[in-house]
């Protein structure tokens, strides 16, 4: 959809699918988060960087409504809809959401965590990994696809009394799952408890389960953090797969420069809850503030950082 | 007008009691995060203790003080239901520590069902009476009729003003009291630091009891009556007075057992004593639904 | 190999043995046991008509007490290393005998079934028609009462996650519903039965709404207040319950209209049996028994529907789910209306049973029993809350049966007084001895190649 990023400034232009607009949040004296605004492409990549503490997992807490932001807003724009003078109009109401033709549009800071899930179709993952551990990896992967499920079950009468449209449906879902198993290399461990599985896997499988609710915009808080280079190549692959087979949109957070640079096709960095650079991987690698945003702390990330830049 | 003072007074009384019982509550929860269900009943103990010894010694020495008496009392009480609590904690909570979360929670409600029964059965379920230990009281004229202060009611509120003064010292000069506090932040960190943390915790549980017992003392000198199911319903109110007042914070569950006593007198006085009960678990539910972190708690934020 | 070595191990043990620090250590616990005994085992408080409370000092049940502390606590450091090694092949050559009967689930389950089935039967042929009435109500339909109260608990502790200590109130709830509408308004039980589930429900969807967004300890704390201020409410609302004195004369069930009595009209007369009380027992026993096959049947379907696979999905991580769009408020709701009106069903049978309720059936004291039913059987399984409701109400019960202990004790002796003392001790015990209950593994709730239980340490138990 997008073209090849070249130009500094290439991600800004593509059609997007979230936007953030002056993002404020608050934790008492402490601003987290200040006056943030950026956009999320529609079919791309988006990494969002920046030393320890700069509040991307409080933007991403935003976004996916487990905080109530202190002030902005946050719209996403589901299939196909644009940003025009609807979103304005929706603001002004106290309503959540509103069709836009095929689409829909949805104030995420509006709305609850749940419903943003259910809704909006936001999907995320969490940077400590949250996996139901004592249930299997194919029950992770059905629980996933609950909202559908539970209503293709009547609200769970037609399912108590084993009616046929529910296994039917029961059994879409095991395809879906098992489809998704495939994809990861993790059919065959499907029955095993998901806390047994090494950890790599559970962070793919994390991912997967968070594919399993169809998500439009897809959030991964840290996916690389722990994975060794054979598991983060892994990660790579099953990402861009996301992105060009399912064209969901992705966000995520990340460490690993290689992960970022190599998969990115827009980056956001951030410092001290500001965002102090926007653009394409080739542009963000030269831009002096985020060099200096990167030198500036004594961490370990620098070498990492300063590696990648010196390619 | 001065039907209110008079209400006041007692509820001040009564909210001494609650407010001693709810700091065992509050350190406990605030170092190990676990309901000690089984204090109600300690508390309870504590008073079957404390109306033993007492008699013991009048009947011993018929001539001493009753004011020596009672310290007697109160320091041997306190000794011995703090002995009761080590023992608990070592028992029934020491073995689950760090281990499924419900466990300890139900190892504590079987040991209070342990207690009740226990007291029941070498005690007998009847009521126990001793005649009042303190009579007398100021009647103050107040503008139209009359209050009256008992001795018993200034010895409720200055022994629990002095005995909070001193716990409050140890709480936060000495020593142990910073340990107490490292181990509510942190409790590996505090173990790597050389802390130890089964000492501190042991210790908690020693100094909740010991306030424990100054409770049931109270209660005695107060009501002089006992009985082994005694301890739930004060139990609940304490706890209650621990959430109100913001559980984990001490000057918290003094205010909370002031605010508790004065509610279910007031209440009693003025709308119902049948359903004083019921305001008081009202209260509790709607602390807790409305405003989790009470009045002196600090607020949770939910980790993502 | 390493068995030799383990044995030089043990007797170097043996020979090093410490017998001074055992001494010392048993001494401890004799004095502890002594600090602990005085002065509330020590002395008696009696209450006199003309001396007022009296003491009586009981100086050798102390010296008693201390001296079993001491050597039992002394034995245990010398043989104990031994007996538990002993215990421990026991209960591993149990554990390999019993291993290969869990491939037979299915026999298992039958023979289990046809057992409780043919259990009043036997109970007659074995203890005759007067003795088998104890055997069927105090052991068969009070055990059974309790089974179905712990798998109703066990829908909302057990796969929610969610702390209850106010299940009672809804078995309260189910018991008065019944008791009001039959004696006002001459419902029948079988009327009353469903109504009391739907109330004891609407009930858990009114006090679970502002409740079920607290996370932990604090939302047991706040079921265990409303609990109390239903039972508060009913003790003293008179006008409506009779307080503290009870409902009495509530309806006895009957069998699709024909009542159990000697009357012409009566069960026996009409199909031609001579009348027997037991008729009404059998017809009881079996009910509970349906009522409680019932809530195990609709369990374990919604578990493997996605409401349950969402409460054990909550249980094990309430964040995830909501990231997943589960919405959790209405999951939580379901399992708490779900689990109460099993309790109110429950209820309607515990009125109807008796005839009689009172607020005293509704304590604390019984949520208390019914949750650890629930964590000691281990939570969520089935089987574990069945085999905990057997041993914890069925060894109270039989405490009654050990009136032959008068003879060692004396004629003073009472094991029913030790009833409560035990249950409380058993549940600490419990707890130490097996945290997760007895069958901690759980059970997928969907396959796709092979079953296999998961491990009691990778399930969580939920925050709720």
Known sequence: MAAPAIDPNAGLDAEPILRVEHLTMRFGGLVAVNDLSFDVARGQITALIGPNGAGKTTVFNCITGFYKPSSGRIVLMSDGALPGPAIDALTDTSMRSRRVGDGGIYLLERMPDSEIAAQARVARTFQNIRLFTGMTVLENLIVAQHNWLNRASGYSL?????????????????????????????????????????????????????????????????????????????????????????????????????????????????????????????????????????????????????AELDQ | MDYFLQQLINGLTLGSVYGLIAIGYTMVYGIIGMINFAHGDVFMLSAFIAVIIFLMITSLFGGLAIALALVLVLIIAMVLTALWSWAIERVAYRPLRGSFRLAPLISAIGMSIFLVNFVQLVQGPRNKSIPPIIDGSFVIPVDGGNITLAYKQILIIVTTAVLLAAFWFVVQKTALGRAQRACEQDRKMAALLGID????????????????????????????VVNFADGFVPGIKAFTAAVLGGIGSLPGAVIGGLLIGLIEVFWSAYFSIDYKDVAAFSILAITLIFMPSGILGKPDVEKV | MAEAEAKRVASDERAAFDWLGALRDAGFLGLLTLGLSFPIIAFRTRQDLWQGLVLDPRWELVTVLVAIAFTARFCWLVFGNRLAGGVQSLAERVGSTLSPLKSYTATFRLVGLAWLIAYPFLAVLFAGPGGALKWIDNFGIQILIYVMLGWGLNIVVGLAGLLDLGYVAFYAVGAYSTALLSTYFGFSFWLCLPLAGIFAALWGILLGFPVLRLRGDYLAIVTLAFGEIIRLVLINWVELTNGAAGISGIPRPTFFGLPFNASDEGFAAFFGLQFTPLHRLFFLFYLILLLALLTNWVTIRLRRLPIGRAWEALREDEIACRSLGIDTVTTKLTAFSIGAMFGGIAGAFFAARLGFISPKSFEFMESAVILSIVVLGGMGS?????????????????????????????????????????????????????????????????????????????????QG
């Open chain 3, 382 to 462: 089935q089987i574990g809350v069945a085999i905990a409701a057997v041993v914890m109400i069925g060894g109270t019960e039989m405490l009654r049966e050990l009136v032959w202990l008068k003879a060692i004790f004396g004629a003073g002796f009472d094991p029913t007084q030790y009833r409560m003392l035990l249950f409380g001790m058993a549940m600490v015990a419990m707890m130490v001895w097996r945290p997760r209950g007895l069958i901690s593994k759980r059970e997928p709730s969907i396959v796709l190649h092979e079953k296999r239980a998961i491990g009691g340490e990778l399930v969580k138990e939920g």
């Open chain 2, 197 to 224: 943390v089964d000492r501190t915790i042991s210790l908690t549980f020693v100094m909740g009891a010991a306030l424990a017992a100054v409770a049931g003392t109270l209660f005695m000198v107060q009501y002089g």
């Open chain 1, 158 to 306: 037609l399912g108590l009394v084993g009616a046929k449209s529910f296994r039917d449906a029961e059994a879409r879902a095991v395809e879906i799952a098992v489809a998704w198993l495939d994809r990861i290399g993790l059919k065959g461990r499907a029955d095993d408890p998901a806390g047994a599985l090494p950890y790599g896997d559970q962070r793919r499988l994390e991912i997967v389960r968070a594919m399993c609710t169809g998500p439009v915009l897809l959030c991964l808080d840290e996916p690389a953090a722990g994975l060794n280079p054979r598991e983060s190549a892994e990660l790579n692959e099953l990402l861009l797969s996301i992105r060009d087979s399912n064209g969901t949109s992705l966000l995520l957070i990340e460490h690993d420069m290689s992960v970022v640079m190599e998969i990115s096709d827009h980056i956001i960095v951030l410092e001290y809850g500001k965002k102090i650079s926007d653009g394409t991987p080739e542009y963000i690698k030269n831009d002096p503030k985020v060099i200096a945003a990167y030198l500036g702390v004594e961490d370990e990330e620098v070498d990492d950082a300063a």
